[in-house]
């Protein structure tokens, strides 16, 4: 059973820094892509980043230059560095690795305010 862990949310100030991981059940690189979700208050859920398995990454536009996607295979994790972090940054992250199916995390919340 693939299970998909998300940790490092909490609560940080405008412009202030958060990394958050994904630890997964069995080996990263047997997952096509490995990504990033998020939903905020009263919103759908909506794409973060991506990254395949060969290496390329795709963002939304929204955090283009602020998030970096990366992933360690020896540890079977997956990193969102979140810099330059906005008040609208606000939601829960979700953790999502694609395969036959799309697995998902339970997901972590992060908090940007004052």
């Known amino acids: 059973q693939v299970q998909l862990v998300e940790s490092g949310g909490g609560l940080v100030q405008p412009g202030g820094s958060l990394r958050l991981s994904c630890a997964a059940s069995?080996?990263?690189?047997?997952?096509?892509?490995m990504g990033w979700f998020r939903q905020g208050p009263g919103k759908q859920r909506e794409f973060v980043a991506r990254?395949?398995?060969?290496?390329?990454?795709y963002y939304a536009d929204s955090v283009t230059g602020r998030f970096t996607i990366s992933r360690d295979n020896a540890k079977n994790t997956v990193y969102l560095q979140m810099n330059s972090l906005e008040p609208e940054d606000t939601a829960g992250y979700y953790c999502?690795?694609?395969?036959?199916?799309?697995?998902w995390g339970h997901g972590t919340q992060v908090t940007v305010s004052t």
């Open positions: 999502a690795a694609w395969a036959a199916v799309v697995y």
């Open positions: 069995g080996r990263t690189s047997d997952y096509n892509a």
């Open positions: 990254i395949i398995s060969g290496g390329p990454t």
